[in-house]
């Protein structure tokens, strides 16, 4: 999927007014997923497998990673957003969505086994 059909996807299931805050959004959800991944490697494919821009711009981020339960993850990506954690929640249901449609299958099962089980099930439900 191509940069701008994923930011379009997630201006359309998020109902947000711009392509500007739907870049906001994938770029800080997309970021936190990364900080999930303990391994630089793991890491780096992850983001290797993004589209276009949203890739080069977390390739250029300093490694880090967090140790999280779901409720703080949400608050992490919800505290990026600068948005109380309802909203959160519907931004990383939202670009995790848009994700799982960009990427094979084998890449989100890859993603996931490597990530808290609780966030896992957490990103399953629809958004």
Same mark, same amino acid.
């Given at each position: 999927?191509?940069?701008?059909?994923?930011?379009?996807?997630?201006?359309?299931?998020?109902?947000?007014?711009?392509?500007?805050?739907?870049?906001?959004?994938?770029?800080?959800?997309?970021?936190?997923?990364?900080?999930?991944?303990?391994?630089?490697?793991?890491? /780096?494919?992850?983001?290797? !497998?993004?589209?276009? %821009?949203?890739?080069?711009?977390?390739? #250029? +981020?300093?490694? $880090? @990673? =967090?140790?999280?339960? /779901?409720?703080?993850?949400? !608050?992490?990506?919800? %505290?990026?957003?600068?948005?109380?954690? #309802? +909203?959160?929640? $519907? @931004? =990383?249901?939202?670009?995790?969505?848009?994700?799982?449609?960009?990427?094979?299958?084998?890449?989100?099962?890859?993603?996931?086994?490597?990530?808290?089980?609780?966030?896992?099930?957490?990103?399953?439900?629809?958004?």
């Amino acid at each position: 999927m191509k940069d701008r059909d994923f930011l379009a996807r997630v201006q359309e299931l998020g109902a947000l007014p711009s392509p500007r805050e739907a870049r906001r959004w994938a770029t800080e959800v997309l970021r936190a997923l990364a900080h999930l991944l303990p391994e630089a490697q793991v890491r /780096r494919h992850f983001i290797s !497998q993004l589209p276009g %821009a949203l890739k080069a711009r977390l390739l #250029a +981020d300093p490694p $880090r @990673a =967090l140790l999280m339960e /779901r409720g703080a993850f949400v !608050q992490h990506v919800a %505290a990026a957003l600068g948005v109380h954690a #309802a +909203d959160g929640k $519907r @931004a =990383l249901r939202i670009v995790y969505r848009v994700l799982k449609e960009a990427v094979s299958p084998g890449q989100v099962a890859q993603f996931e086994a490597h990530i808290p089980k609780d966030i896992a099930a957490f990103l399953e439900k629809r958004a």
